[in-house]
Every structure is written in C-alpha cells, then in structure tokens.
C-alpha cells in the first residue's frame, strides 16, 4: 500500500487548496472527499429531492456514480456522465451538503469507496475531509489537522467570492462549521493528529510546512 496522507480541518482552512498542491509536489494522488458529498448533494436536488429528508437522500444514494479525478493536476469531478465539477460549488449545493452529511448511509457508502481508492493510490494519496484522520483512515500514515483563524478562513473565502458580502461569507463558514461539527468533530486534534496552523503563514508556506511533514514521516527526510 502507498503513503496515505490525511488532513481535515474546518471550512476555509485550506484542506483542498493545500492538499491538491502538496500532492503535486509529493507526486501523490489526491482525494477531495468533500467532493462527493456535494455531488451527492447536487444529484439530490437533480431530482427534486429535498436535502433534509433521509428517505430522498437514501433514493439518491441508489445508483449514485459518483468519480473524480486521482491526479491532483486535473479538477474534474462526475455523477455518471456528467461533468458536476463546477455545479457543485454553487451557493445552491452547498447550503443543502450538510443535511446529506448527516444520513448514515450516506456515511458508510462514501467511506467504503474512499478506502478503496486510499488502498489502490500509489506511490501514496494525500486525501482531504472532516473525518479522515478519525473515521476513513485513523490508520493513515499521516495525519493532519488544517486550521486557521476563523477571521483570517473567512477573509481567504472572500477573496474567492469578491461579489458576496463578506459578513455573509463569515456567517456560512461558522454556520457550516457548526452543522457539520454535530456529526464530526474536526476542530480539535485527535490522539497522534498533528495540527497545522496557517494563520500566519501564507500558501506557498503552508504547502510546504505539509510536505516537510509527509517527508519526515515517511522517512524520506531526516526529522529536524
Ligand atoms: N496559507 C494560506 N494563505 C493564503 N491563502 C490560503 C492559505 N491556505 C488556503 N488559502 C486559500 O483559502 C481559500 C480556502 O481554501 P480551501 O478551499 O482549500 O479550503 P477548504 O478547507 O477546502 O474549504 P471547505 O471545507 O469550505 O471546502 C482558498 O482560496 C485558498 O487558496
Ligand atoms: N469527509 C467529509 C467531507 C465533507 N463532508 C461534508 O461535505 C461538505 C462539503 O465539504 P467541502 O470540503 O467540499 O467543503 C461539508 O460541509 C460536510 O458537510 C463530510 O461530512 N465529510
């Protein structure tokens, strides 16, 4: 089995901006899990369906096809035959991801397919999520929790939503925060979990300060 690297955290905080680029620089693979989530919230609305009911989210769940890309170089993320990489990002979708979040099912059916593809991912995966280091891959070889302030998460959102108002941008991240801490808990490290702080690091070095993590747990760098 290849090096599986695993890192939640909060919204905003970084998870899949930084994963996908440490994987790049690792020349891993890369698994956005919040991705499915949210196609599986859009495939619900798809069919008329409301997000808040188990029963409609369940009928979704049958026959969900759900794929994305494994290299951290391309973006494209499908339910079937259709390309939802841009659709899951809408307000629409994810105001309603939460609420399918929360459906058993929907859990145990999403982390069997992630762990099948954290099994096949070689030489390793960096693989981002609210409860991968907990639930997916407690076993991962490294784990990491992604945080930053909630001011400076809400001002990194914000520079990517210019035309949204930036207290409203504020107010879904801590509101988003708090529906999906019921069902996980991402805001304090587990047992073995190394917490990463960015508040006061930019990109460049954020990236780097994970990279520096995965190569000295993975022998591939002394430890300093
Ligand atoms: N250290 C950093 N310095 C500056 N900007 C950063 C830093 N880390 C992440 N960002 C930026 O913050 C924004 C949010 O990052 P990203 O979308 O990866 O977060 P996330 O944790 O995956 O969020 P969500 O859980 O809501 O999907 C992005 O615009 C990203 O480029
Ligand atoms: N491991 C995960 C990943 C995501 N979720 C839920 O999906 C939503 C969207 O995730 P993003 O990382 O793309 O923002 C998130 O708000 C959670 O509701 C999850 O439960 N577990």
Sequence with gaps: MGVIVAVDGPAGSGKSSVSRAAAVE??????????AYRALAWSVLEHGGDP???????????????TSADDPAERWVRVGDVDVTEAIRTPRVTAAVSGIARVPAVRARLNDGFRARLAAAEPGVVAEGRDITTVVAPHADVRVLLTASPEVRASRRARELPEEDHGAVARSIAERDAKDSRVVDFLEAAEGVTTLDSTDLDFAGTVGALVALVRQAAGLEPVS
């Design 52 to 66: 808040e009911d188990a029963g409609d989210v369940e009928r979704a769940l049958d026959g969900f096809a759900f």
């Design 26 to 35: 690792l020349g891993y693979a890369f698994l956005d899990t919040g991705a």
